[in-house]
């Protein structure tokens, strides 16, 4: 690795549903409602309604579950005045590393800032997008302060 000055070191992060705690206690919640709900239709003789709120808590922490493992992927961007590094690190699966020369590196941002926007950076026919896990808000705050690391990154004359 070369002695360049690192210029950007972030991370980005999905916001976490909630905390594993609150998680837990939401599920817990929601499990007693429905132990007792079910427990009353069964003591009525409607014993059919048991399963579907046995299905309702089963599907509900199957949700919680996935919405906590999805929020566990991060993507590890660096930028050197020679080189622009993101490594995606998803939830399952190998890690993937794409490397830009920062000179020639584009960051572009459609639809900006709506739900559905997306950061691309392009650069000699290779496109990558970056932070679609963000808000629409957030995608286009580190957009432009990767814009602006770029622009460090191109001006930079080592002494």
């Known amino acids: 690795m070369s002695d360049d000055p690192l210029l950007l070191d972030t991370v980005l992060r999905p916001s976490p549903p909630m905390s594993p705690r609150a998680l837990g206690i939401v599920f817990a919640a929601v499990l007693m409602a429905n132990l007792a709900f079910a427990l009353n239709f069964l003591l009525r003789g409607a014993w059919p309604i048991a399963p579907f709120m046995g299905a309702d808590v089963a599907l509900l922490g199957w949700a919680l579950t996935s919405a906590a493992r999805a929020a566990r992927r991060y993507e590890h961007v660096t930028l050197t005045p ?48 970056v932070g679609a896990f963000l808000g629409p808000n957030e995608r286009l705050s580190f957009a432009d302060v990767l814009k602006k690391a770029l622009n460090a990154a191109r001006e930079f004359r080592p002494s």
């Open 82 to 129: 020679s080189r622009l590094a993101i490594i995606h690190h998803p939830v399952k699966g190998a890690e993937k590393a794409v490397e830009f020369n920062p000179y020639w590196v584009r960051v572009s941002v459609e639809n900006e800032p709506q739900p559905g926007s997306r950061l691309t950076l392009t650069s000699h026919g290779k496109s990558i997008q």
